[in-house]
């Protein structure tokens, strides 16, 4: 049974930085497909970006300036970097790993 932990709710103001995390247990973490999604209220969830099991990664064409995916395959975890950040990204992010979603993580972005 996989299990999938993000990281806690949390805020930022406009312009700063946050890294989510999403820990992965009872899956073989290194040959699962990794995506991040988020959702705003009333819309539906909206891809981010994807890593291959190499490392390589995927973006969205409007997230690949401002946010980064990464993977550590010891800690079996899944980062998103999200740098010069505006009120429009909050939302809820979610991590998928072999077709799981996690729980979902608020970010909240004020001016």
């Known amino acids: 049974q996989l299990e999938l932990v993000e990281s806690g709710e949390t805020s930022v103001q406009a312009g700063g930085s946050l890294k989510l995390s999403c820990v992965a247990s009872g899956a073989d973490f290194n040959r699962c497909a990794k995506f991040w999604y988020r959702q705003v209220p009333g819309s539906g969830r909206d891809f981010i970006s994807t890593i291959s099991s190499g490392g390589t990664p995927s973006y969205a064409a409007k997230y690949e300036d401002r946010f980064t995916i990464t993977q550590d395959n010891v800690k079996n975890t899944l980062y998103l970097q999200m740098d010069s950040l505006e009120t429009s990204d909050t939302a809820v992010y979610y991590c998928?790993?072999?077709?799981?979603w996690g729980h979902g993580t608020q970010v909240t972005v004020s001016s």
């Open positions: 998928v790993v072999c077709n799981n």
